[in-house]
């Protein structure tokens, strides 16, 4: 089975920055992409960023210019550093790994984090 670790959330003013980090593991598994989601209380999980392992990545427009996602992948980590931070990025942010399983590679799964919470304060 895959898991999927996040730290580095927590505490911080608007227009600051904090870096996250999430470790995924799994062997027998290749991590096809990897991403960051987020939710706020009463909203949808809607996409921040995400990366695949050639390093094409897609980012939510509300983050575009002010966050960059990158990926380790000999450790299966991804990174995003939040920068120029505002109110309205406080969430939970998810990590979220899309894998197949070495040797079938057809298949794949979704794999999520538990979360890890961001505030940013005015």
């Known amino acids: 089975q895959v898991q999927l670790v996040e730290f580095g959330g927590g505490l911080v003013q608007a227009g600051g920055s904090l870096r996250l980090s999430c470790v995924a593991s799994?062997?027998?598994?290749?991590?096809?992409?990897m991403g960051w989601y987020r939710q706020a209380p009463g909203n949808q999980r809607d996409l921040v960023a995400k990366?695949?392992?050639?390093?094409?990545?897609n980012y939510g427009d509300s983050v575009k210019g002010r966050f960059t996602i990158s990926r380790d992948n000999a450790e299966n980590t991804i990174y995003l550093q939040m920068d120029s931070l505002k109110p309205e990025d406080t969430a939970v942010y998810f990590c979220?790994?899309?894998?197949?399983?070495?040797?079938?590679?057809?298949?794949?799964?979704?794999?999520w984090g538990q979360g890890t919470q961001v505030t940013v304060s005015s």
């Open positions: 990366i695949t392992r050639g390093g094409n990545t």
């Open positions: 979220n790994a899309i894998v197949t399983e070495i040797g079938l590679d057809r298949f794949e799964y979704l794999y």
């Open positions: 799994g062997s027998g598994f290749r991590f096809n992409a």
